[in-house]
């Protein structure tokens, strides 16, 4: 039987490009072929690609080959990636068929939904790989069929709440940020829509989920016009289940930071569940003053804490003054760092808390890790994902922000005593233990998302069979007379 050949697009962002190279790696394990590509800017980024045999790595110029930056035009950079990435895929797959090793399926993530009807005309199969939780995935369906004038006219009532198949109640504060009157990027709403169009034009599409059943088991039936098959969680297989020893980074972006040896040998010395681990992703920027609280508010607890702080991009640097002021002091009592490599901290023994913006990537990463978190979104998903964990998963708690809507360095001294003390914390911290324990589960020989990736890839081997080839062709012809 010919080798299957899977053809994975990935969006240029780092938060896109990792799960997406993880769900690789899985395709290459059964025995597949997988090409990854993404735009050249973001390969140049991928300073650490893991190289499998199988596993292929290859670019096209979006027109932005030094990255989007704060300024540019978000609107003509999604219509470049479009027009360059359709032009690379047909390329590819002419390329790949020439080389007599066809494109047998494609698979995109959501800022891509154009994918699908490129792949419909190249008559290959595809799926969307959604990388952020089914719930939300539901709110977007949702809102866009049949309560998307309710959450318009009462997102800014303090006392808004809706209840939705396979979600929690929820407020206007729980909800995905480009909801909210002051979401700055008011066109990114559209492409939601376009994909939600584009999956209701096939029949039960199937959605490839970065979760598993466990988690979020109503979230996942929770629309009857999908499939939803979780495959998750898409974490490098030493953290997870092991099958690759040697599988211990996602690939992603290191040009911050070369060495791991004096951050983990500064976690090595500290005792056990001691230390809070504090990071807010690769996108998220917060003020000079919401920087300048978080370090107050590590300094009062008295507790060593391990800062992952990105240096602010010049252009947007408006405010005067250095962003933390008593640094010093701040090395003195914890660790400050450009870079980490969290997956791999998180797992660390030393780690009891996890300050974290609630990016998915992040979410999933505590959960396998079996850290309490307390959570500060700040937008996307974000929100969503800390209602799921304070009141569904009850493995951490949300920050609460002022008038100013600022997080002030008392709340986040309050937040991390309640997570690492007390009976509350305890709780925490046991129901953190199961989800990690569901988590390993699920990808082990048998698990419920090992079970699904399987099912999956033989459903691909039917497809790519002669009669399903032909009849898929036949299918297409009469489609278009």
């Known amino acids: ?5 899977f053809l994975i697009l990935s969006f240029p962002a780092q938060g896109h490009i990792n799960p997406a190279i993880q769900f690789a790696k899985r395709l290459v394990r059964t025995g597949s072929h997988v090409t990854f590509v993404t735009s050249v800017s973001a390969h ?4 650490n690609t893991v190289t499998l045999d199988g596993l292929t790595y290859t670019s096209f110029s979006d027109g932005y080959d030094d990255g989007f930056k704060p300024g540019d035009n978000l609107l003509h950079y999604m219509a ?13 797959s002419v390329a790949a068929t020439n080389e007599h090793r066809p494109v ?13 009807d490129l792949a419909r005309d190249l008559q290959v199969p595809s799926s969307l790989l959604w990388i952020q939780p089914a719930s939300v ?9 049949g309560y998307g004038d309710f959450v318009d006219k009462n997102i800014s009532n303090p006392s808004f709440s809706m209840e939705l198949p396979g979600l929690p109640l929820l407020t206007s504060k729980d909800l995905p940020s480009f909801f909210l009157p002051t979401n700055p990027q008011p066109h990114t709403l559209s492409l939601f829509k376009e994909l939600i169009v584009t999956l209701e034009k096939e029949t039960k599409a199937r959605v490839l989920v970065n979760s598993f059943e466990a988690l979020e088991g ?4 929770a629309i009857d016009k999908f499939n939803m098959v979780a495959i998750g969680p898409l974490i490098p297989s030493a953290f997870l289940d092991g099958k690759d020893p040697s599988d211990t980074s996602f690939g992603g972006d290191m040009s911050f930071f070369s060495s791991r040896d004096y951050y983990m040998e500064w976690l090595n010395q500290k005792p056990d569940a001691s230390v809070v681990y504090v990071s807010f992703g690769t996108t998220s920027r917060l003020s000079k ?20 702080l990105r240096p602010a991009p010049e252009e947007n640097d408006k405010e005067e003054g250095d962003v933390v002021e008593n640094m010093e002091e701040l090395k003195q009592e914890g660790m400050v760092i450009p ?9 660390h023994r030393s780690i009891g808390c996890f300050v974290t913006h609630c990016g998915w990537n992040s979410t999933l990463e505590g959960l396998v890790a079996g850290v309490p978190m307390v959570t500060f979104p700040q937008w996307s998903d974000q929100a969503t994902n800390a209602k799921l964990i304070r009141d569904v998963w009850q493995t951490g708690l949300r920050l609460e922000v002022n008038e100013a809507q600022l997080v002030e360095g008392d709340e986040l001294k309050r937040s991390i005593e309640i997570v690492m003390e007390g009976g509350r914390g305890e709780q925490m911290r046991g129901n953190a233990k199961r989800w990690k324990d569901l988590a390993r589960e699920a990808v082990m020989d048998g698990g419920s998302s090992d079970k699904n990736l399987n099912a999956f890839v033989d459903d691909v081997r039917l497809l790519d069979s002669p009669v399903c080839g032909v009849e898929r062709i036949l299918d297409s012809a009469s489609a278009k007379t």
């Open 1 to 5: 039987m010919p080798q299957l050949h």
């Open 218 to 221: 109503e979230a996942l039936r």
């Open 289 to 308: 003053k919401q920087v300048r609280e978080i370090a107050g508010g590590l300094l009062e607890s008295r507790r060593p804490f391990l800062w992952v």
């Open 339 to 347: 870079w980490c490599s969290q997956v791999e901290v998180l797992c």
């Open 104 to 116: 047998t399926f494609i698979v995109y993530n959501f800022l891509l939904p154009w994918v699908a």
């Open 80 to 92: 470049e990636i479009k027009r360059h990435g359709s032009q690379a895929l047909m390329d590819i």
């Open 137 to 145: 995935l539901n709110i977007y369906y949702y809102y866009f069929n």
């Open 44 to 47: 140049r980024r991928m300073t």
